[in-house]
């Protein structure tokens, strides 16, 4: 299944969907792109054929550039605070999804389509990726959550490293800096990352859930406020049919057949 946006490419396949980056020449986002991308991942997290989403580029070579700069000529702080608070709705829209999020990195990757890919659980990229923050260089900060997210990802003083220096990474070195998960060759990433995410789709949706919301929020505040949440979080789990059929499952050895599956 195809859904059809000016500036993204959703498509679904197997219960995984793609959001595609898909300006031209070189994904660097306007206004009507990081709205398509709100409207996007919203429309991809409410749709129960989706078990799992992929953020993604259709442009060789780049994953993204950041933001179009013709949007800042001339904006003040009013207009500015608009724009960071769409921003601020996409970077929400990530972190509370109730399902595992994936990103596929090719090329160049910088702003905001990496900040993106920041507020998914893993990243792959691609061996010929370069990863940056270069808003240093406009007097500016990446806006979509992500000094909240780098500090989160990379502990404090890396961070601060990486914004203050706004260089490229290779691919190589953010996977020594923690930035991404996983690289692969180019022509291997779409398969990789496809048949990762399908495995997850094989399990059982609540549970991952639950995972993903334990991590998450339970990394946003004290220790003691993360077990309340594991402790409801797991209370409500035992009442799922998917823990049922686990647990018999599991003690009859048959493999088990989980609830949307």
């Given at each position: 299944m195809t859904r059809g946006f000016e500036f993204i490419r959703l498509q679904i396949s197997a219960r995984v969907a793609w959001l595609e980056f898909n300006r031209a020449p070189v994904n660097a986002f306007n206004r009507e792109m990081v709205l398509e991308v709100r409207e996007a991942i919203a429309t991809a997290l409410t749709d129960p054929e989706v078990r799992v989403l992929v953020l993604a580029s259709a442009i060789a070579g780049y994953f993204s550039a950041g933001a179009d700069l013709h949007e800042f000529e001339g904006m003040k702080a009013p207009n500015m605070r608009g724009w960071v608070s769409i921003c601020h709705e996409i970077a929400r829209l990530l972190r509370s999804s109730p399902k595992p999020l994936l990103a596929a990195i090719n090329g160049t990757?910088?702003?905001?389509?990496?900040?993106?890919?920041?507020?998914?659980?893993?990243?792959?990229?691609?061996?010929?990726?370069?990863?940056?923050?270069?808003?240093?260089?406009?007097?500016?900060?990446?806006?979509?959550?992500?000094?909240?997210?780098?500090?989160?990802?990379?502990?404090?003083?890396?961070?601060?490293?990486?914004?203050?220096?706004?260089?490229?990474?290779?691919?190589?070195?953010?996977?020594?800096w923690g930035l991404v998960d996983e690289v692969v060759e180019p022509d291997d990433l779409r398969r990789r990352v496809q048949d990762y995410a399908e495995d997850l789709a094989a399990k059982p949706a609540a549970a991952?859930?639950?995972?993903?919301?334990?991590?998450?929020?339970?990394?946003?505040?004290?220790?003691?406020?993360?077990?309340?949440?594991?402790?409801?979080?797991?209370?409500?789990?035992?009442d799922t049919s998917d823990f049922a059929e686990g647990v018999d499952a599991f003690l009859n050895k048959r493999a088990p057949?989980?609830?949307?599956?």
């Open positions: 990757a910088v702003g905001g389509g990496l900040e993106m890919a920041l507020h998914c659980d893993l990243r792959f990229a691609s061996s010929d990726a370069k990863l940056g923050q270069p808003e240093i260089r406009i007097a500016f900060i990446p806006p979509i959550a992500t000094t909240q997210a780098l500090a989160r990802l990379l502990g404090r003083p890396r961070a601060i490293r990486y914004l203050y220096e706004g260089r490229l990474l290779g691919a190589a070195e953010a996977l020594t991952l859930a639950a995972i993903r919301t334990t991590i998450t929020l339970g990394g946003g505040v004290s220790f003691e406020e993360g077990m309340a949440l594991e402790l409801e979080t797991a209370t409500a789990l035992a057949r989980w609830a949307g599956s």
